[in-house]
C-alpha cells in the first residue's frame, strides 16, 4: 500500500464533507437537503477508510 492509496480516499472524503456542493458544480440539477447530507456522510465514511489505511500503514512495518 501507498501514500497515494491513503491520499485519494482521504482529499476526497474531506471535499465532500466540507463542500458536499462541488459535486453539482455544472450539473442542471440543485442539490437538496436531502442529497447535501448523503455526500457529508460519504465524506466521513471515506475519510474513516483512509485513517483505517493510514493506521495499517503505520502498524505493518512494525509487525515485521
Known sequence: MSWIDIAIPGV?????????QSMFVGAKVEPDKKRIRLLKKCGVG???????????????????
Do not use: Y
Not at 471535499?15 to 458536499?20: A, D, F, N, R
Open 12 to 20: 476526497v472524503g474531506l471535499i465532500l464533507m466540507l463542500w458536499p
Open 46 to 64: 471515506l475519510l474513516v477508510i483512509a485513517g483505517a489505511f493510514l493506521i495499517v500503514k503505520l502498524i505493518d512495518p512494525m509487525m515485521r
